[in-house]
């Protein structure tokens, strides 16, 4: 048998955007896309997971750029994946970007989830039009 221990969510980008786009920083900086937080109760520590599902609106502003997307929990990253992401300057094409990862026992106590976005190729241009989300949710299994 499995409970819910905690769930937390944020859209700070609700819908697609495109006359304010946040531009993704170049490798090695990176840019901030959300934060949660998730508390895991102390009888919980030792038989749990966290599930985390991560939507990014992003567009190509020049060349054909790969966004490293990375899930952080407490500073310490626990999750990558990778996008490719093409410029058309024909049209304005938007891709979302769709992602989870499971963080599996995680001690207790209130833990700082955090999502963010580089640009890996130099001389290319990409940023976020939304939407964006970050959710999280904790389960824990009974014995």
Request: hydrophobic share 40%; charged share 25%.
């Amino acid at each position: 048998m499995f409970r819910i221990v905690d769930y937390q969510a944020t859209r700070p980008v609700r819908k697609v955007d495109q006359n304010n786009p946040i531009p993704i920083a170049h490798t090695p900086k990176k840019t901030v896309l959300a934060d949660i937080c998730i508390t895991i109760p102390r009888r919980d520590a030792d038989r749990n997971h966290v599930e985390l599902i991560a939507t990014v609106g992003v567009r190509g502003v020049s060349g054909t750029s790969q966004i490293l997307f990375k899930i952080f929990r407490d500073g310490k990253e626990i999750f990558r994946a990778q996008e490719g992401v093409e410029a058309d300057p024909t049209s304005e094409v938007n891709y979302i970007v769709t992602f989870q990862a499971i963080d599996k026992n995680v001690r207790a106590g209130s833990h700082d989830y955090q999502v963010t976005a580089e640009n890996i190729i130099n001389d290319t241009e990409a940023a976020v039009v939304g939407p964006i989300s970050f959710s999280g949710l904790a389960i824990a299994k009974d014995y």
